[in-house]
């Protein structure tokens, strides 16, 4: 079965240094993979997704992630981390023929002045 | 402009009592979804729906009820049953395919 970890409950960066948040995955076949953030008491939003082609995938608010198909990575980064990117990060897989989403657990990312 | 609806936004229930969280979609999804949120934790997936008139139970069903009479609505309800309902529900759907979720805003549900 499809799964997904994020081996980080919480990441604490600098303002203006940049930032990682880690995301393994185990799939059979192509792997399908998002990013999704939630600020607090909110829903979640999407920031970017990997289906084919380039392995540096960019999105919303400047997050870019890589595949790493080797690694069977999706780390999320950005070069300059902003308070205001202090929130909750989700990486999820695509399972199955219904294309349903499998959640890792979730990162808290605080983002210190 | 197009999106899901969730209310109430804060809701409030007693014990022994059943309440009902409305979902709403306008993007035309034939998939919707309910996941429940613990504070600082992940998702769980109650109940999810695929087409009108069809729903399937997620990993934590016991003490919910769904359901899909039309496609735009799929509405949740924590019946007495549910021991521990005090959480943050989420709604979500998608058009399928590879395209992910939107979701709502979510309820936030306290029991009193």
């Known amino acids: 079965a499809q799964s997904v970890a994020q081996p980080e409950d919480q990441v604490n960066v600098a303002e203006g240094n940049p930032l990682t948040v880690k995301c393994t995955y185990s799939v059979s076949g192509n792997p399908y993979l998002f990013w999704y953030v939630q600020y607090p008491n909110r829903g979640l939003q999407f920031l970017l997704k990997y289906i084919t082609g380039d392995n540096l995938v960019k999105g919303s608010y400047g997050f870019e992630a890589e595949f790493n198909k080797s690694q069977t990575s999706f780390h999320l980064k950005k070069p300059s981390a902003l308070v205001s990117d202090s929130a909750l990060y989700f990486c999820a897989v695509i399972q199955g023929s219904n294309y349903q989403l499998i959640w890792g657990a979730g990162t808290k990312l605080i983002i210190k002045p | 402009d197009g999106g899901i609806t969730q209310s109430p936004k804060y809701l409030f229930r007693k014990e022994g009592q059943n309440v009902t969280l409305s979902c709403e979609q306008n993007?035309?999804?034939?998939?919707m979804y309910w996941y429940r949120q613990d504070p600082g934790q992940g998702l769980r997936l109650i109940y999810y729906?695929?087409?009108?008139?069809?729903?399937q139970k997620g990993d934590i069903a016991e003490g919910y009820s769904v359901s899909r009479e039309k496609k735009e609505s799929f509405p949740l309800t924590v019946t007495s049953a549910q021991k521990n309902p005090t959480a943050f529900y989420l709604c979500a759907s998608t058009r399928g395919g590879l395209y992910g979720y939107t979701f709502g805003s979510g309820t936030r549900l306290t029991v009193v």
């Open positions: 993007l035309n999804h034939d998939a």
């Open positions: 729906s695929q087409i009108v008139n069809d729903f």
